[in-house]
């Protein structure tokens, strides 16, 4: 079982950047797979970001060159650092574990905005 704490959403304006952070606890978090959804209003959840157990990741095509996942095991948190951001980024944004089993757990989730 991993409970996970997103934090970091916000309102920003176009071009700005915010950095989300996923804690995770309860688990051993070096297993695991981790990752960022969004989901929009009106939109299925879509895969943002991911970064495996060996630091492989992948990225959604609408946010390659603009966000970089990263984790660090130490701290058993999992970071998405959002630069150039655009009004189409607007969602709440949900941190996802996957355990070695592929079974599930998700955050709550952090809304982030972004509007002039």
């Known amino acids: 079982q991993v409970q996970l704490v997103e934090s970091g959403g916000g309102l920003v304006e176009p071009g700005e950047s915010l950095r989300l952070s996923c804690a995770a606890s309860?688990?051993?978090?070096?297993?695991?797979?981790m990752g960022w959804y969004r989901q929009a209003p009106g939109k299925q959840r879509e895969l943002v970001a991911r970064i495996t157990r060996s630091l492989s990741t992948n990225y959604a095509d609408s946010v390659k060159g603009r966000f970089t996942i990263s984790r660090d095991n130490a701290k058993n948190t999992v970071y998405l650092q959002m630069n150039s951001l655009k009004p189409e980024d607007t969602a709440v944004y949900y941190c996802?574990?996957?355990?070695?089993?592929?079974?599930?757990?998700w955050g709550r989730g952090t809304q982030v905005t972004v509007s002039s």
């Open positions: 996802n574990a996957a355990d070695p089993y592929n079974k599930p757990y």
């Open positions: 309860g688990t051993s978090f070096i297993l695991y797979n």
